[in-house]
């Protein structure tokens, strides 16, 4: 197990007890996606329209909340941390999720690729 001190176990413990910023933005994406693939509905087709909403909604709540997770591990994050993960898909969030609290610095976790990223 890394070391990871005990404030930082009682920040990570608070993000996970706290469900109202997580359910908020991912209510918030959820029915922002839904408006766009309702939007796109007619041209595209209804249900590829949702579906393509509900992907980048997802994936962008994931990023955004990776991000969140990643600024209290290792602080402010620098603009090209935040553009990677913006551009980043959701396998590759996914893999960044899974190796956050074995990675010594961002800059080892955010040079990683997995397989399919």
């Excluded at 197990?1 to 009682?10: G, K, N, S, Y």
């Excluded at 990677?84 to 690729?113: C, G, K, N, V």
Aim: hydrophobic content about 40%; aromatic content about 4%.
């Amino acid at each position: 197990m890394p070391d990871i001190a005990a404030a930082e176990l009682d920040q990570i413990d608070d993000l996970l007890k706290g469900p109202t910023m997580l359910e908020e933005t991912l209510e918030r994406l959820y029915t922002e996606a839904i408006e766009k693939g309702l939007a796109k509905g007619p041209s595209i087709g209804m249900s590829q329209g949702l579906s393509q909403g509900l992907s980048q909604g997802l994936s962008q709540g994931a990023s955004q909340l990776l991000g969140r997770l990643l600024e209290q591990r290792f602080g402010p994050l620098p603009e090209w941390a935040s553009q990677r993960l913006q551009s980043a898909s959701s396998p590759q969030l996914e893999h960044w999720a899974d190796q956050l609290f074995t990675a010594s610095t961002l800059e080892t976790l955010l040079a990683t690729q997995d397989s399919a990223g």
